[in-house]
Nanobody, 115 residues
Framework: QVQLVESGGGLVQAGGSLRLSCAAS????????MGWYRQAPGKQRELVAA???????NYADSVKGRFTISRDNAKNTVYLQMNSLKPEDTAVYYC?????????WGQGTQVTVSS
């Protein structure tokens, strides 16, 4: 069982920045891929960014060049640095850990970008 706790969400003006953190209850060194999803009201959940244990990253086209995902294995934490935020980035952001047996989700953190 893996528990994921997100933090760092909040209200920010367009053009601003936020950094989300996802703390895992186990060593993330053993987790192959971790990522961030988001879900806006009335929309499907979408993958925002993912990072492998080797450091390879993948981003949604809508956030490329603005968001950066990183992982600190020593702290069992994954981060999502979000710059140049837009109102359309408003959503609940969820951390996910992909393991061999199952996927684990955090409870989500709200990000609201005002225009």
């Amino acid at each position: 069982q893996v528990q994921l706790v997100e933090s760092g969400g909040g209200l920010v003006q367009a053009g601003g920045s936020l950094r989300l953190s996802c703390a895992a209850s186990i060593s993330i060194f053993s987790i192959n891929t971790m990522g961030w999803y988001r879900q806006a009201p009335g929309k499907q959940r979408e993958l925002v960014a993912a990072i492998s244990s080797g450091g390879s990253t993948n981003y949604a086209d809508s956030v490329k060049g603005r968001f950066t995902i990183s992982r600190d294995n020593a702290k069992n934490t994954v981060y999502l640095q979000m710059n140049s935020l837009k109102p359309e980035d408003t959503a609940v952001y969820y951390c996910i850990a992909f393991t061999i047996t199952e996927d684990y989700w955090g409870q989500g953190t709200q990000v609201t970008v005002s225009s």
